[in-house]
């Protein structure tokens, strides 16, 4: 898709790549919305690339649907839609799959794949009759698992499969799907971490994400838009052989938990 005058919404677009999503947008030409639960950072970044922002909570559907109808008589009718708002968890002070708390899951789902529900129950269907795109904001951890954090692998492991289930049901109609699953993104949720990302090696900044992203858009032909080259090849060694693969994912937490002092992270 040119994306020149077309009308976007990006969601958690008040920083890390939510942020250099819009910037990257706007510099193509389109018209940006930002939404975030910070509204002020969300209002500063959406004028800044010559649109608007506001506080939107994505897991509220009534505050959502209403950014959209915002949007649409400020902008116009929305073409592209950017499903990146995510949060992520640890599994807590036992650090077991199950540890952290019900709470902490829901918030994990309503975040990471209800938000993206909603967003497609309003839009797909008259963003497919104009051509448009969704992109949803996975994770390499949902198509991998992520040490100390099972609510946010299986959550976004779901939103992959959420955004499979939009482009098979829509992509006849017209509409463009696109995952976005990175891997190291030097963003707030990493950099608020212990340690942050200093010391890890491939991680990147936000806006190469957010160029990655444009190019596939662009280009058209990718549903799995990843950042980094080995993580297609980590998923196919997952699928063709999972015992293999969780016994590695074993021995690799061993080994982070015995460097960083009994923590997976």
């Known amino acids: 898709m040119d994306v020149t005058g077309k009308v976007a919404i990006v969601t958690g677009g008040a920083s890390g790549i939510g942020k250099a999503i819009a910037e990257a947008l706007a510099a193509k030409g389109a018209k940006v919305a930002v939404a975030d639960l910070d509204g002020a950072g969300a209002a500063a970044v959406g004028e800044a690339v010559g649109g608007f922002g506001g506080r939107v909570d994505v897991t509220d559907e009534r505050s959502l649907t209403r950014f959209i109808t915002e949007t649409d008589k400020r902008l116009g009718p929305v073409d592209i839609y950017i499903s990146n708002a995510g949060i992520g968890v640890s599994d807590g002070p036992g650090w077991g799959a199950g540890d952290a708390p019900n709470s902490a899951w829901q918030a994990c789902w309503d975040v990471n794949v209800m938000a993206s529900v909603y967003a497609a129950r309003h839009l797909a269907r008259p963003m497919a009759a104009r051509g448009g795109v969704f992109v949803v904001t996975a994770s390499a951890a949902g198509l991998l698992a992520q040490i100390g954090d099972a609510a946010y692998s299986a959550t976004k492991a779901a939103a992959v499969s959420f955004a499979e289930c939009l482009a098979i049901t829509h992509g006849d109609d017209g509409l463009q799907v696109h995952v976005l699953c990175p891997e190291g993104v030097k963003t707030p949720l990493v950099e608020g971490m212990e340690g942050g990302s200093q010391g890890l090696s491939g ?23 990843t950042t980094h080259a080995q993580t297609a090849d980590y998923a196919a060694h997952k699928g063709a052989d999972r015992n293999r693969w969780v016994g590695g994912m074993r021995k690799l937490r061993r080994m982070v938990m015995q460097a960083n002092g009994g923590r997976p992270f």
């Open 203 to 225: 991680y990147i900044e936000a806006s190469e994400v957010a160029d990655t992203l444009l190019t596939a858009m662009e280009d058209k032909r990718n549903f799995l838009v």
